[in-house]
């Protein structure tokens, strides 16, 4: 049995529903729900005995002991966070809390229930901590790509906060012996993405004519990875990773945000042409950029391929069609998912662009 933190948010379920897909490994889904966290990600596994979900907050150190005992679970991978740069920005302290105390008493319920397992189930423990590149900082445009050796230069709450739960996963191995593995990865896309995230909040846009926001000048650059070459590299880090290493996931796909909003227009053009006829890319409006927005981040996952053996299978333009016709064939999903409070927060944070 393992037990998956935020397997109900993006990746998590993505990863959740792969798990399952690939063997019959059951699996503890802990989530608190969050605005982000969407039980629908994971409808066809109702009624699946391999499926256990629980309501709870990773903070909740004695619950989540208690479910360690209980499930007599062998490996902890921890997605839950808050998740959302812009957000971060708005509002810090919800990132702080769960990101960074949350995680430590995450680590905390961990470390007493490791303490108390037999040699054997010791050393075949792991926590498996699922992080970011944004930790990194930001690059410039010709330099090299982020290794593991980068140094950590975090920008925005939520990169401080994600950087802060980095180095208690770190020194929980380094200091109690844990056994945990660390990945950082680029920016993910694929079915599922809340539509708050630059490549859902376009597609929906696009479809129901509104503007597609483009922050500042558009010209920076994310490395985009398909979630489920995400959900790939963790399960082969979770089997074959050795403890205390850390492992950049990235899909060596560097695109500017303008090159992706207009891969995006393109591909809606194609599969759902406007009634006018007119391309998506007419409703693209440059707006007010983030507030220390990084320029760049790429991902240099080499050590992930030479020593493990992993690479995406998904090149961009695979991935990103898959992701259009994805949200093409699942509206109602969208339709439940920007009701309620992220509309509210659509509203709130774009009203006052230009
Ligand atoms: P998400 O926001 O879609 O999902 C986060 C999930 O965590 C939600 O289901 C939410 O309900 C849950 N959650 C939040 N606070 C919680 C708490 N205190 N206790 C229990 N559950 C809680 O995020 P995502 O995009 O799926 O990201 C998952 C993880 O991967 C995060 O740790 C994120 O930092 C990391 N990551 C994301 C990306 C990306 O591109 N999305 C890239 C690299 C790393
Ligand atoms: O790099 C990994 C990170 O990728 C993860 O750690 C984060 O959890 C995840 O949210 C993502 O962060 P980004 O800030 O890169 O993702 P987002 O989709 O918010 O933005 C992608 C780029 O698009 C970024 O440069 C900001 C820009 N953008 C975003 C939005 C929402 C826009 O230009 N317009 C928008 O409306």
Not at 4 to 23: R, Y
């Amino acid at each position: 049995m393992i037990l998956v933190t935020g397997g109900a948010g993006f990746i998590g379920s993505n990863f959740v529903l792969d798990w399952l897909a690939c063997g019959d490994e059951p699996v503890v889904n802990v989530d608190k729900l969050t605005y982000a966290g969407n039980l629908a990600n994971l409808a066809s596994l109702e009624g699946d005995s391999r499926h256990i979900f629980i309501q709870a907050d990773i903070g909740d150190a004695e619950l989540i002991g208690q479910l360690l005992r209980q499930h007599k679970v062998r490996a902890v991978v921890n997605f839950a966070a808050e998740s959302h740069v812009d957000r971060s920005i708005s509002g810090p302290a919800a990132f702080v809390a769960t990101n960074v105390n949350g995680t430590f008493n995450l680590l905390e319920a961990v470390r007493a229930y490791w303490g108390e397992l037999e040699s054997a189930a010791q050393a075949a423990f792991r926590f498996l901590h699922v992080s970011t590149d944004e930790v990194y900082g930001t690059l410039d445009r010709e330099a090299p790509a982020f290794t593991e050796t980068h140094p950590y230069q975090p920008n925005s709450p939520y990169s401080a906060s994600k950087a802060a739960s980095d180095h208690l996963v770190r020194a929980y191995h380094h200091t109690y012996g844990l056994p945990v593995l660390t990945t950082n990865c680029s920016n993910n896309y694929g079915p599922y993405h809340f539509p708050e995230k630059l490549i859902p909040l376009c597609i929906q846009n696009a479809l129901a004519g509104e503007p597609l926001p483009i922050y500042g000048d558009g010209q920076q650059v994310r490395d985009w990875l398909y979630v489920s070459d995400h959900c790939a590299a963790i399960r082969r880090v979770l089997e074959a990773g050795s403890c205390g290493e850390v492992y950049n996931v990235g899909g060596w796909n560097e695109k500017t945000n303008i090159e992706v909003v207009q891969a995006l227009c393109s591909l809606l053009d194609e599969l759902a042409p406007r009634a006018d006829s007119r391309s998506y890319a007419e409703q693209i409006r440059y707006v007010q950029d983030r507030p220390g927005h990084d320029r760049r981040y790429a991902i240099d996952a080499g050590k992930l391929q030479r020593e493990l053996g992993w690479r995406p299978a998904e090149t961009f333009d695979s991935g990103i069609r898959k992701t259009v016709q994805w949200y093409l064939a699942n509206p109602q999903w969208v339709a439940d998912v920007t009701s309620g409070a992220y509309r509210d927060w659509v509203a709130s944070h774009y009203q006052s662009t230009p």
